[in-house]
């Protein structure tokens, strides 16, 4: 029994503990500081984020736009294998046509072949006519049975050829299902960064863009380039530039390339389109392909590619500016040529 009120006694001295103590411990928590917010982000970071998005959906259009096209020349391709293999069913089909009408005329002739027909003859006339016969009637079997041979041949080498391009063609369209993604997710990062600023705050963000491409055309300007810059323009590169400036103002659509909307590369694949000059379709496809020039030989019509991944392209149109669809949320407009960072430039002639 003594043992028994000790154990409980000293339970009850515990409980009793613990509630005196519980509300130190609740006040000392209560205490405790809240982790610290992080800092919120100045205007020029959110600029520099925004931008930085927007380079990526540009580079993610390149790929959209190429896997595009690559779509576009693997299905005329299999189009085209499509359409080789019926004609060589079809001339297959004629070649046993005319193997079943040869060894008809036989069955007509007594089931006897020509040879045997000839030994049996005693007229040295029919004899030599039959003998004439036996060699072209031998030769036209040999050479529709190469003939046959060859067909088949084509037939499997075509049947090869449109699986091969089938594969090419999922993988392309793989391609693009995966840049479309990541284009959208990029604009709808960037709009959401945009979103969260207050009407005045997005108002200054495009002033700070505008000041950022002043200094750097500023920059550019103070180079001297301008002063040995040829302002002539050839009759071709006049039309081009007379399109893409009749498109000022039309939105910039990812993947577009008119009428209404253009993305960067398509506003200068179209203007040289209408100038007579058929040019690839992406801003890295027109850099890579395209005969460069220095920046000192420039021209008006000439396209200047930006950045270090040629994610961007606009086309010069003298005096130091250029015309060129900037990104989404933007219009087509004129800017100076060198209010973003030059990688080089080339002439689609």
């Keep these: 029994m003594n043992r028994r009120r000790h154990a409980t006694a000293a339970i009850t001295m515990i409980c009793a503990l613990t509630v005196l103590a519980s509300p130190a411990l609740t006040l000392q928590a209560a205490a405790a500081p809240y982790p610290p917010l992080p800092p919120k982000k100045t205007l020029e970071q959110v600029r520099e984020e925004i931008d930085t998005l927007y380079r990526q959906a540009a580079v993610a259009t390149d790929a959209y736009n190429l896997a595009e096209e690559q779509t576009k020349e693997q299905s005329a391709e299999l189009v085209q294998v499509a359409r080789m293999i019926v004609a060589g069913r079809e001339k297959i089909e004629d070649l046993k046509a005319k193997a079943g009408a040869a060894a008809r005329a036989q069955y007509r002739n007594g089931g006897l072949p020509e040879g045997a027909q000839l030994v049996l003859t005693d007229d040295p006339q029919l004899f030599l006519d039959a003998a004439g016969r036996l060699r072209d009637g031998a030769k036209a079997t040999t050479d529709l049975l190469g003939e046959m041979t060859r067909t088949q041949a084509q037939l499997d080498v075509y049947a090869k050829d449109a699986g091969a391009n089938w594969t090419k063609l999922e993988a392309h369209r793989i391609k693009q299902a995966q840049a479309k993604k990541q284009i959208n997710d990029k604009i709808a990062a960037a709009k959401k960064l945009e979103s969260e600023l207050a009407a005045e705050e997005r108002e200054r963000l495009r002033r700070l863009e505008e000041q950022e491409r002043q200094r750097a055309q500023t920059t550019w300007l103070g180079t001297g380039v301008l002063a040995g810059l040829n302002a002539d323009a050839t009759p071709e590169a006049k039309k081009a530039i007379a399109f893409a400036t009749a498109q000022i103002g039309k939105p910039y659509v990812w993947g577009a390339e008119g009428p209404g ?79 973003m960072e030059i990688l080089g430039v080339v002439r689609p002639m």
């Design 261 to 339: 909307s253009f993305d960067c590369s398509g506003l200068t694949q179209s203007a040289w389109g209408a100038a007579g000059r058929p040019i690839p379709r992406t801003s890295q496809e027109q850099w890579r392909l395209l005969p460069r020039v220095d920046v000192k030989d420039m021209r008006p019509g000439d396209l200047i590619v930006y950045f270090k991944d040629a994610s961007h392209i606009g086309m010069y149109i003298g005096n130091g500016s250029m015309v060129h669809a900037p990104r989404p949320g933007r219009d087509v407009t004129i800017a100076g040529a060198g209010s």
